[in-house]
């Protein structure tokens, strides 16, 4: 008998449901796009979306679809050539997308996101109304990273997060992670022999991050570590999350069936609204080292006063997301900043009243306000953390 957990559960009591598809399902190094594939997935979105749910896809696929159109030799491509090949591929992929759905009289929608779209919060709300609004039009969003201008400074890195990031912008139930494997695995099954599967994880550990391996196949950029660091982000929102083989026709079917895969259950007390979007952030832009009597305030609900910072590294402006660090350099909060990075480094560890000594009147004591801080459940030194809303 199946966990009531597991991964077929967890899809049958979905409604909003994200859907991430790696490139080396979608193409062939030498064929490129295998269309019966995806002809498959959107058989199966069309019976998902005929039981009353939404679906939105995040489709890596774009370079390796236009270098394959393009009949680039394989191994690293410059910027450029890769920005290039991304420009052919989205078209193709697109067109793609749009007919293996239009076999089941659904509508797709193409939107290309830069980091920017999801770190800055008015993009990010922008993104999310258009997304919404195709969702009430009845369309399939298909989601992708813009790697036509994306550089190596302003992009996600890897379509995991990407997907995690869209799945708490949108408030998912489940997020599925279509990828080479079928789950999460003690240790990387390609080199161990006796690596065990992990059915479910209720929370993400330090030693459940100790499991993941590197990428797996020529098209990734990410590999089992991006994906629990994709299941940081999307369980502390309240959104739970599936690992499993897409290698295999009607991919989204065979979980239903129950095929091996891991489920990563979602938070019970997620953070809120515009602390989601705080919690979720990739790209912090500096770090405050904090003493114990500063730790135990935040863990109280209490904001982060100048007086309990010990170090400021990186340069930051004001309203920018910063982590905060114990003195080991562990992940304990982040959060919106109230000072250039200048300035806070004139007021650590000051109390209020030098504070207005140096700054002049009116200087806030408060370096990260309680309203814009979310904490962390773990401590985390790699800057995606499994977060909870203090507010």
Do not use: C
Not at 60 to 67: M, T
Not at 166 to 187: E, W
């Amino acid at each position: 008998m199946t966990s009531v957990r597991d991964g077929a559960e967890a899809l049958g009591r979905a409604r909003r449901i994200v859907v991430k598809i790696g490139s080396a399902l979608l193409v062939d190094a030498e064929t490129g796009l295998k269309a019966d594939w995806l002809r498959s997935l959107g058989a199966d979105v069309a019976a998902l979306r005929r039981e009353g749910r939404e679906v939105l896809l995040v489709s890596s696929g774009a370079i390796a679809l236009g270098r394959a159109i393009l009949k680039l030799p394989h191994g690293a491509l410059k910027l450029e050539e890769s920005q290039a090949a991304a420009a052919v591929g989205q078209i193709a992929l697109s067109r793609a997308y749009s007919e293996a759905l239009a076999a089941h009289a659904i509508e797709a929608g193409q939107i290309l996101l830069t980091l920017g779209d999801t770190e800055e919060r008015r993009r990010y709300l922008n993104a999310r109304a258009t997304i919404g609004t195709l969702l009430q039009f009845g369309a399939v969003p298909v989601i992708n990273e813009n790697d036509t201008v994306a550089t190596a400074e302003i992009r996600y890195g890897d379509n995991d997060r990407l997907a995690a990031r869209v799945a708490t912008m949108m408030s998912a139930d489940l997020l599925v992670l279509l990828s080479d494997i079928d789950g999460l695995y003690t240790a990387p099954p390609a080199g161990n022999p006796d690596a065990r599967h992990i059915p479910l994880v209720e929370a993400i550990t330090p030693a459940i991050e100790a499991m993941a391996g590197g990428a797996a196949s020529l098209f990734s950029r990410g590999g089992m570590k991006t994906k629990v660091d994709a299941g940081k982000i999307a369980t502390a929102a309240g959104t739970s999350m599936v690992i499993t083989a897409g290698n295999r026709m009607n991919p989204l079917a065979a979980i239903a069936s129950g095929e091996r895969a891991t489920l990563f259950l979602a938070s019970a007390d997620p953070v809120r609204s515009r602390k989601r979007w705080i919690a979720g952030h990739l790209d912090a832009n500096g770090r405050l080292t904090v003493d114990a009597g500063a730790i135990a305030a935040l863990q109280s609900g209490k904001s982060l006063l100048a007086a309990g910072v010990t170090a400021v590294a990186g340069d930051f402006r004001r309203g920018d997301t910063i982590l905060v660090v114990d003195a080991g350099g562990l992940e304990v909060a982040r959060g919106l900043v109230a000072y250039d990075a200048s300035d806070a480094r004139i007021v650590a560890g000051l109390r209020s009243a030098a504070i207005e000594e140096r700054l002049g009147a009116g200087a806030r004591a408060a370096v990260i306000h309680r309203d814009d801080l979310v904490m962390a459940r773990h401590g985390w030194d790699d800057g995606v953390g499994e977060m909870r809303d203090v507010g």
